[in-house]
């Protein structure tokens, strides 16, 4: 290291071996006192609010698939067009809590 750099280093550290490495407190994610109970309960209603809309939305494609079958395709195209949203859709409510745990 050049004199100048291991200078730099003291004036910047304050130490003579060079710089240090600062660690930053990573703490697990928890929730605020009194908070666990409701928020569970808003994101079990939630889960359970779209596994009925993605039911729902399974049947209506399947409804229009069905009645688009006779001189109506393009109805019973936009019903299979439909399905692989409903399917998405449902797949990242299943998996919200894994895909938000990688995150934290």
Same mark, same amino acid.
């Given at each position: ?32 006192? =009194?908070? @666990? &109970?409701?928020?569970?309960?808003? $994101? /079990?209603?939630?889960?359970?609010? *779209?596994?009925? %809309? ?24 936009? =019903?299979? @067009? &439909?399905?692989?949203?409903?399917? $998405? /859709?449902?797949?990242?409510?299943? *998996?919200?809590? %894994? ?6």
């Amino acid at each position: 290291m050049s004199l100048a750099l291991h200078l730099a280093a003291q004036a910047l550290t304050g130490s003579p071996s060079g710089p240090r490495t600062l660690q930053v407190p990573d703490p697990p994610a928890a929730p605020p006192p =009194g908070f @666990a &109970g409701p928020v569970d309960t808003i $994101l /079990g209603w939630i889960k359970w609010s *779209a596994i009925v %809309a993605g039911s729902v939305g399974m049947s209506v494609c399947g409804l229009m698939m069905i009645l688009g079958r006779r001189n109506r395709s393009s109805l019973a195209a936009d =019903g299979a @067009a &439909g399905i692989p949203y409903v399917l $998405l /859709g449902l797949m990242i409510v299943a *998996a919200g809590s %894994a895909i938000a745990g990688v995150f934290l």
